[in-house]
């Protein structure tokens, strides 16, 4: 693997981040309720709006984008958000790069809470690699800290780490 670039995305980043973001959801066919999934799953007004919210986040490979994740604080927590990695990078540590950076990026806060689809067992065995543990109560936290839809509300956990302090 070429060594990773992982730098902030601007808006000359969306098309691209929307590609990765787009190609790497189609894998939520597998798990996600055809009524539910989304084809794009994310729009360029849906991008924009995100990044006023968060900082979007990629890692690049020579010059090719092969992952985004977004950082968002809400309250007392960092929420790392929208990881997605393209297919033929994963399994090869972008996206396990990509968190490792975006949580040294973390700062005051204790706790980093990441949400996924109850299904993705690519990103819960990834999650808990890396050191994160599912919620009590993922409903709970969802309804306290995202703002999403019921249908994927209900599809969903979440999954939490501390931070050690500084």
Known sequence: ????????????DRDTALTVINTAAHWYREFVPEAEFHDPEMTAADWEAEGQRMKWWGVFLGERLAG??????????ALL???YVLPEHQRQGVGSHLLDHLEAQVQGVSRIVVGTYAGNHKARHALE????????????VLRTYYGISEDRLRASVT???LLSPT
């Open 81 to 83: 958000r929208h990881a």
């Open 129 to 140: 690699k890396a050191g994160y543990h599912l919620s009590v109560d993922s409903e709970a």
């Open 1 to 12: 693997m070429t060594a990773p670039l992982i730098r902030a995305l601007t808006l000359k």
């Open 159 to 161: 999954y939490e780490k």
């Open 68 to 77: 985004v994740m977004g950082l968002e604080y809400i309250r007392d927590v």
